[in-house]
């Protein structure tokens, strides 16, 4: 196993680890008076790329997975969310001149999202949300180690877990004209 390698899996374990802390630790800690101003937690998702060049699109979705932190900020119906993840990320390029093709890349995945809540009753929420995305690949892809996109989507909030569905297009600074489509369902659940 090559040392790359070894220092994936250390820090995917430390990740687990330290959001398996952090429920803990919030699970301990619930405070009712901070339930309407801030909320974080753990927050896994299951993302669907399709890869896509100028002059090539695959119809193929293939799937990958992010792992992360999520924030949440509110302000009456309206709320910040940004979040930190591990992305897994498969692309399905056929190129000889793509070294990732047919591979996986993975990134650290940051966006940083607006919402509004359409559904406010107390142990269930109906949410609407939009912003920018940013990834920087912990390997260098397709020539770029950095994405830019946006994202939206819905989301739903039972109880202290949190559900979203969304889309993503992300585009790379290389000089490749690639962009990728993504799709993901994730869970979370709410610290306070």
Known sequence: MSTI???KYYLLFGVIF???????????????SNKNLFAF???LSINF??????YESKEEFVPGAD??????FNIARLY???EVNYVIRKHSLDDLWIDA??????????????????VDFRNFKIRFFTGPEFNFALAKPFESYFQLGFQAGLGFDIWRFTIDAGYSFLAYTGWRKLNSNIFRVGIGFKCY
């Open 80 to 82: 910040i969310q940004p």
């Open 101 to 118: 093709a047919k591979k996986e890349t993975n990134y650290i995945g940051v966006p940083l999202l607006v919402g509004v809540r359409a």
């Open 67 to 72: 792992l992360g932190l999520f924030f949440r």
């Open 41 to 43: 937690g753990p927050k």
């Open 18 to 32: 330290f959001i398996f802390s952090l429920c803990n630790i919030c699970a301990q800690n619930e405070s009712k």
């Open 49 to 54: 790329t399709k890869d896509n060049r100028f």
């Open 5 to 7: 390698v070894k220092i």
